[in-house]
């Protein structure tokens, strides 16, 4: 397994931009900050409410929130992982905002919350990381209160675009083996990553009891020219702490040597050619 990266924070901080060039970074950068603003305005948060961001990371909707409402809100910062939230309480001393800021360390699965709570429960790209949706979107219900609203971001990595729809069978060696392989590890029902779509997401939101829903799916494109080295860090990334990275989920099905030929078959393919990468997402409004 890779231990390029051991902690949410370290990913958070690092090896999730590390296969970007520079215009990737700002591309990326840039797409952060307008999907916090987008999960925020349609929370529609006011003065006095009780709000929490769920796997918060390092806070990129909970600090979006207060920005915004300062001390005017009850937020609770809330991961699973300890240093997610001594890096939340860092940032947090470097401002002047310190009442009615609280930290949760919780799983989503198992909100230390009692129920009918929150005015507001915000997530981004977190259920993506989570085995089982469905119990986290029961205890999203649960600790809502009445009229209140569950609001979130998640990618849908099962459908993003694959390196091997970028090439073609003359320019790959094996290239029916590698897809076979490829379209069996992104459709596991044992990885959180891949283990949903846009179907079982909102079965999953309906389940748990959610009435007024919005699940607003769409495809973001981005074009940039792709270089040999990111092409090559795109696959010795891990996609989270303690995940294969896509080398090591090939190395699956097939030794090294092939594996890395296939790598650098792709990296031949690629280099200095600009690509158009899509990521299917969901953004998510559910009402209890
Ligand atoms: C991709 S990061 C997103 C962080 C932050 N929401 C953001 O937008 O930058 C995923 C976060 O989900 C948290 N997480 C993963 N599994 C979790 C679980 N079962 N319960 C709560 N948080 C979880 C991780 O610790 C991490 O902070």
Redesign the pocket.
């Known amino acids: 397994m890779s231990n390029i990266c051991k902690n949410?924070t370290e990913?958070?901080k690092s090896a999730?931009f590390a296969y970007m060039d520079e215009q990737q970074l700002k591309q990326t950068l840039l797409w952060?900050s307008a999907i916090?603003d987008e999960v925020l305005n349609l929370a529609d948060l006011k003065e006095n409410q009780i709000i929490a961001?769920?796997?918060?990371?390092?806070?990129?909707?909970g600090f979006g929130v207060l920005d915004k409402f300062e001390d005017k809100v009850e937020l609770i910062f809330?991961?699973?992982?300890q240093d997610?939230l001594d890096e939340c309480k860092k940032i947090l001393d470097s401002t002047n905002i310190s009442s009615k800021v609280s930290f949760l360390k919780?799983?989503?699965?198992d909100i230390k919350l009692k129920d009918n709570y929150l005015d507001r429960a915000l997530?981004?790209?977190?259920l993506?990381?989570?085995l089982d949706k469905q119990s986290?979107f029961c205890e999203l219900y649960r600790v809502l209160k009445q009229r209140g609203y569950y609001c979130a971001f998640e990618p849908i990595i099962s459908q993003n675009t694959r390196y091997n729809e970028l090439t073609s069978k003359e320019e790959i060696t094996d290239y029916d083996e590698f897809k076979r392989a490829e379209d069996e590890f992104m459709s596991r029902s044992d990885d959180p990553l891949v283990n949903f779509d846009a179907d079982s997401l909102k079965k999953n939101i309906e389940t748990a009891g959610f009435s007024d829903i919005d699940l607003n799916i769409k495809v973001v494109s981005s074009t940039y020219t792709a270089q040999k080295d990111s092409v090559l860090l795109w696959f010795t990334t891990p996609p989270?702490p303690n995940q294969k990275t896509m080398k090591e989920r090939f190395l699956d099905y097939f030794d090294e040597k092939k594996v890395n030929n296939y790598i650098s078959e792709i990296q031949q393919a690629l280099s200095n050619k600009e690509i158009c990468v899509e990521t299917k997402t969901a953004l998510i409004k559910a009402g209890k």
Not at 53 to 61: A, E, I, P, T
Not at 78 to 81: A, G, I, P, R, T
Not at 123 to 126: A, F, G, L, N
Request: aromatic share 12%.
């Open positions: 949410w990913w958070l999730r952060l916090r961001d769920f796997g918060c990371g390092s806070g990129l909707l809330s991961d699973k992982f997610c919780s799983d989503i699965c997530t981004r790209s977190v993506v990381h989570v986290a989270a």
